[in-house]
């Protein structure tokens, strides 16, 4: 990864201690849902390094469908309405969603997500985020299962992009500032 790394200012979470979470994440799910009717919902396509760990420690035979919306709020006045860019493939009627997302923000996305979800006649919606920004929340959102609560700042790594690069990094890292100058 040296090609990578050299853009890189400093590893926040390191592939070992993203490890070491995602099992206890799989072990609380495993507890939490034997005998439902489990779909994991992987929001594309930060959510897919962490729906792949994730999901390998989860023994309970899940089903897995993806998602890939946006969300056109803003960022600085109120949240928008979620768009859909590609929808569930099966129906979520009577299932119980775990929605696998990369990281929580502002909360607009998830917050306009579950309901849709659970409009859908889902038995219930939790959510599974690998890194809650907690301090930019604008809108209160319920989160089940969290990784890491992680500072304002922007990241990449492990799923999350800057201008669709860096998702394939295996650790969770800033970047130097040169690279957003370009
Ligand atoms: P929000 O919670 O609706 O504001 O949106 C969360 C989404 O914004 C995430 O799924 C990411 O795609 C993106 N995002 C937020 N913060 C970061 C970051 O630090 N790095 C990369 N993507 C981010
Ligand atoms: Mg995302």
Known sequence: MDRLMKDVKHVLIDRDRIRQRVQEIGADITRDYA???TVLVGILKGAIPFLCDLMRTVDLPVSLDTM???SYGDGTVSCGKVSIKKDLDRSIEGKHVIVVEDIIDTGCTMASLVPL???RGAASVELAVCLDKKERRQIPVKVRYIGFEIPDEFIVGYGCDYAERYRNLPDICTLKNEI???
Do not use: A, D, F, T
């Open 35 to 37: 005998g439902k009717e």
């Open 68 to 70: 890939c919306v946006s």
């Open 117 to 119: 979800l659970k409009s």
């Open 180 to 182: 957003y100058e370009h």
